[in-house]
Nanobody
Framework: QVQLVESGGGSVQAGGSLRLSCAAS???????MGWFRQAPGKERQGVAA???????TYADSVKGRFTISQDSAKNTLYLEVNSLKPEDTAMYFC????????????????????WGQGTQVTVSS
């Protein structure tokens, strides 16, 4: 059973940075993991994704500001979020699925199977 636990959210001023973490257990050998965010009243949006082979993809809105990475030894997924804007305010979730295919635009190919509980990021102007 895959389990995902996010941490690292918080409240920052515009221009600030955070590092979100997602501790994972039970992942299959080939997987895709992604970060998603959902603001109140808005649809959930894929932000960035990474395959078990290390390939990455980003949503256009975060390219150049966000970096997704993974530490396989620690079974941890990260999202470095820099130059934060008020519109980045959202609940951020990590998710995983079997299969390592990515899609352009920050998503894994196919439906995500496992989700964490989320971590809140709030950016004030």
């Amino acid at each position: 059973q895959v389990q995902l636990v996010e941490s690292g959210g918080g409240s920052v001023q515009a221009g600030g940075s955070l590092r979100l973490s997602c501790a994972a257990s039970g992942l299959p050998s080939r997987y895709c993991m992604g970060w998603f965010r959902q603001a109140p009243g808005k649809e959930r949006q894929g932000v960035a994704a990474i395959g078990s082979d290390g390939s990455t993809t980003y949503a256009d809105s975060v390219k150049g500001r966000f970096t997704i990475s993974q530490d396989s030894a620690k079974n941890t997924l990260y999202l470095e979020v820099n130059s934060l804007k008020p519109e980045d305010t959202a609940m951020y979730f990590c998710a995983a699925k079997a299969g390592s295919l990515l899609l352009v635009g920050g998503n894994c190919a196919g439906r995500m199977s496992y989700w964490g509980q989320g971590t809140q990021v709030t950016v004030s102007s």
